[in-house]
């Protein structure tokens, strides 16, 4: 499918932001729905943000809506993840994700997505 590698992560205060980008190869990241998704130790990959092929649609969780917001740029082969107002609990290993299927129609659950990232390191210090 696409390879995917993660750069943005980092340490910051709470209140603060950053904005994650994933970068993509191939000449097919325009077909395909991307994904972020995050994990901290002992818990299971949680769903964070997803953007359609065409930029026509996204969904947040529920902890993230309002301050996150996901957009691609598919000129670069590039998506990001721009997260405002973060919190302690927003840190995680932030990874994007592909969509298995191209031209699919969006969804949240992380078993549609076939290719993933190394992650990056987001670290919210209150």
């Known amino acids: 499918q696409v390879r995917l590698v993660e750069s943005g992560g980092g340490l910051v205060q709470a209140g603060g932001s950053l904005r994650l980008s994933c970068a993509a190869s191939?000449?097919?990241?325009?077909?395909?729905?991307m994904g972020w998704f995050r994990q901290t130790p002992g818990k299971e990959r949680e769903f964070v943000a997803v953007?359609?092929?065409?930029?026509?649609?996204?969904y947040y969780s529920d902890s993230v809506k309002g301050r996150f917001t996901i957009s691609r740029d598919n000129a670069k082969n590039t998506v990001y993840l721009q997260m405002n107002s973060l919190k302690p609990e927003d840190t995680a290993v932030y990874y994007c994700a592909a969509d298995r299927r191209q031209w699919g129609i969006v969804q949240t659950t992380q078993t549609v997505f076939g290719s993933w990232g190394q992650g990056t390191q987001v670290t919210v210090s209150s």
């Open positions: 953007v359609s092929w065409d930029l026509s649609t996204t």
């Open positions: 191939g000449s097919t990241f325009r077909s395909y729905n």
